[in-house]
Every structure is written in structure tokens, then in C-alpha cells.
């Protein structure tokens, strides 16, 4: 199966959450306020983890405790530190780089707050025993300590590449009191640093857990102490990784990224979208001079994604505002909900809420000064070219439309080229590209069918399993768990919008002015195609005013690349080629004026 996304899914994608804590109905402070069991789901985006807290009073005062992350293998992650007074909660998880605080309610029985982790903050409710999700694993053996000279040979950096998704990485691994303690850092993902959770050692045998990813490493030392051969393990994948200490790889240059000091403002703002109960964040660019100057705003891909839109290490948005403001436009570029400082919002969502998000910005753009309000337009990427037209075509004070790898068809349609695509720009036989473009559309057919949902579920469940080839079994530590998640994508109400929605009716009420771009070797949207397929349905809604360029030798990221494939993304150092950047710019100072 594929995916209609703006970033290649990689197995190191990290966003666990765990914490809360609860008091009870004794003084907040007092030992027996907190110790208990409590517990919750977290939502963030469109995974749910069920999570249970257990805590208990502390010899010295206080209180220790433990997180389980029950849908991950019911990992164990320990809490930091835990304080509660005046009704207040506030927990550290040092293993996550995370926080929570929250409120209890009267009854003690119940506190609400927000966990944070990593800029992303996700709301949480947990309540006193009685809402288990799950019965918690017990506690594992205690570990006796391991011989320092036996862990010493493991002491140290090393690198490596994940064969499956081809993800380097850099693992560090220090010698403390009783083992080793290490960290991991993903060097195509913005050298994220994810905290390893366990080091054991027997012999020549190392293990790492990696509990904030749900991941595991397992492997063994060669004799000559210079490489490590092994698995990794990540939910229901696994993949070859060998480590090396020749090999440490650097974190990747990415020279387009602007540095101070620069010749604009830049502030971070928030506003609100009160038809959803959401505050979003973002940063607002404007250049030097009072201006009113023209305003653009930037609406990122599919994913919960960032203000700088971060894919594979690059951060596309952050390059694209700096130069469209260098030239005379404010730019404002958010936080979708859910991601950095935005809200998270409660349930589910689709394509259509977050055209909502888009309108709140607009009109909080509108009420800056020293903006045009006449002069307001939006850049959609990927689902953002979608989301675009959305809000254009019910505002009429849109001034203008950019639309940059947007698709002009069903989401069913662009994920059955889609597949054809990434499989020939990846180098796979005729042959297999067939196989697995079928495939995708039988699957595809299987979920959008009629009757009984559970019905069609079970028939998408049996098409995965029967198009699963040799080599995919064996990237593969459980394929039911795997076959699991593949359907909870399909059935997701985003994807089930976004496979049915058919863009061309919308275009075709945008009465603004129109750019579409595309990249030439563009193999998640293919932009031949979709570039005439938006002009058409401009134009059938009497709409003249509509450009399209396809931009020779670029990709879904608009970089210069070599096949278009998604595993070229990060290698690239350019994060948006000159050419993509002044076809967008000369055609915005055209049309806003400037």
C-alpha cells in the first residue's frame, strides 16, 4: 500500500505520549492523593494509544511512578519526577523529553490536562482505575549489573542504515553507573534525537529498546570491536541494521536555510478558529517598511506537519517564506492542529476541517496591520493545493491562488498512479510495477465498495495479505499487526474524504487568479496530468485567469533530483530548487502587484 503524503514514511517517525496523573478526594499533596492506577487514550492526530499510570507514595515524600504505553508492547516508561498542589499536576518524563500539567477535578477522580512533547502538544483525560484500558504488564526481573569490561566494547558512536526505508542513523552509547545509557539520533529527520530506554548486554550481544518509538535493536558484536550486525524492529517491521564506527554519519547540510541577521521581522502569532475550539500557532514574516504590503499564506501537505512544513530534514516552508518576504510579502505559516504549539483537537478530522483552519488564518491575517487585506492569497503544497481552493472558492476577498503539487482528481485516483510511480522511480521490474498497481487498486475498490463496512474491511484485509511478496514477509515481524494498520489508514475519516473527494467542482468556483505548479519528475502527484486537469476545471468555471508551469527535472518537494523517488528526498542538500523559487516569485509580484 501507499500513502498520499508530503513526507516519505519513515520507520522513525516518534510522537509517544505518556503522563497525567490524578489526585483523590484526600488534600492534594497528601501520600495517598496520587498512588493508584489511573488511566486514558491519548489522541494524536489519527493514532490512539491506551495508556496506564502507575503510581505510587515515595519513602522520602513525593511520589514514583510509571507509564504504559499498552499499544506499544506495553512498554514501561518511568516518570521523572511528579509534583501536585493546589489541585495542580505537573509530571516529567526525562526518557521522552516530555511534560504534562494538568487539573483535577473536585472529585479527584478525574484530571485534565496536556502533554508535551517536542514542541507538539496533545490534550489528555485520565481517570482513577475504573477506565483501564488494559491490564498492565508486571513489572520486568531486575537486571543484575553487567561487568564493565563486558560493556566497554560497546561504549561509544556508531552508524548505520536502515535497509528498509534507507534511514541513516547515528546511535551514542556512554558508560554509567551499572550499563550503558544511549541516545539515537535520526539523521534524515532533522537529526531528531530519540532517547534509547534500555542497553543489555550479554557477551557479544547487545539490545537496545526504544520505547518512545515502539522500537527494538538486536545484535552482535564482531570480533574485531569495529561493527555491529543486526535487526531493527519498529511495530510490525523489521529491517537489517549494521552498525559501524567507521561510518558515522553527519547530520545533513541543508545551505538554503536562512541565518540572522535578517532583513524582515519575524514574529510568532497565534489565533484562534472558534468554530473548532482551536488556537493555532504560527510565525509571521513581514518585510522592512510600513507597507500595507501583500500577504501570502502557507498551507502545508498531508501529515500533521509543522509551520516549516519539516520533511526528511528540509524545512521547504521556512526557505519558501524567507525568500517570498525578502521580495516584498508578508508570509504567515503555521502549526497544523496538533502539530508544534497548535491545538490538538478531540476527535477526528478532515481535508474539510482544516480549510477551516486556513479561513481563520485569513482572517486573522486580515486584521494585521500593515497588511493589504486586498491583497491576502494562499499557497497550498500537496493537500494544500486542495485546501486552497477550498477556502477561495467560498471567500471572494482570495486575491490569488498558488497551487504547488496539487492534484486536480479523487485521492483514489492519485494513489493508484501513485504506487506505479514510486515503484518505477525506485527501480522495480515492469513487471512487479503491474503487480503492485493492481494490487492498490483492488484494495482501493475493496474499501470504497458498498455494503457493510466490516464487510469491505475484511475483503481489503485479504487482498493485503494475498499481495504481500516473499521480500515484504520477510521486512515483516507480524503481518496480521501490519495488515491492522494498513486498514485503520484506509478507514481513517481523512482518508476516506480524501480518496473520495474529487477537487474539480471546487476549482471550478475559484474566481481569483490561479498559478499551478508541478515538478517534471513528480511521482506522488504526477504533475503532467494534474496541471491540465486544474487548468481544465478553472477554465470550465469561466475563470481565465489561470497559469500552469511544469518545472523540468524537479519532484513532489520541488528539489532538482535524479529519479523522483521519496529516499532521494533527504540526500538532496537543495531543500527548493531557484527555479521553483522565482517562478512562484515573479508571478506572485505580478499579480499582487509588487
Known sequence: MSYFLTRPMVI????LCLIGIAAAAPAAGAPDALAGEWAGTLQAGPQRLRLVFQLQAADAGGWTGVV??????NARIPIGSITCGDGQVAMEIPMAGSTFTGTLD????????????SGYSFPLELRRGTATPAAAAAPPPPVPPADPEELRPFAGEWGGIIDLVSLRLRVRLEMAEGGLTGRMFSVD??????PIGAVTVAGKQIVLDVPVVQ???????????????GTWRQGALQAALNLTRDTVPAAPRRPQEPEPPLPYSAEDVTFRNEAAGLTLAGTLTRPSGEGPHPAVILITGSGTQDRDETVAGHRPFLVLA???TRRGFAVLRCDDRGAGKS???????TTRDLAGDTQAAFDFLKGQSGIDGRRIGLAGHSEGGVIAPMVAADNPEVAFVVLMAGTGAPGARVLERQVELLARAEGKSEAEVRRLAQAEKDVLAAVLGDGDPAVRRQRAAELIRNSLSDDQKKQLSDPEQFIGQQLDALFNPWMQFFLTFDPRPTLARVKCPVLAVGGEKDAQVPAAEHLSLIERAVR??????VTTRLLPGLNHMFQTCRTGAVSEYAAIEETLSPLFLQTVGDWLAETAGR
Open 189 to 194: 529527520q532533522g537529526n531528531a534525537e530519540i
Open 322 to 324: 524567507d525568500y517570498l
Open 68 to 73: 504504559i504505553s499498552v499499544d506499544q508492547g
Open 215 to 229: 522500537g527494538r535493536y538486536d545484535g552482535v558484536l564482531a570480533p574485531d570491536g569495529r561493527r555491529i550486525e
Open 343 to 349: 491545538d490538538m483537537p478531540s476527535g477526528d478530522f
Open 12 to 15: 522513525i517517525g516518534w510522537i
Open 540 to 545: 470550465d468555471g469561466g475563470n481565465t485567469r
Open 106 to 117: 473536585a472529585d479527584g477522580r478525574t484530571i485534565r490536562g496536556t502533554w508535551s512533547q
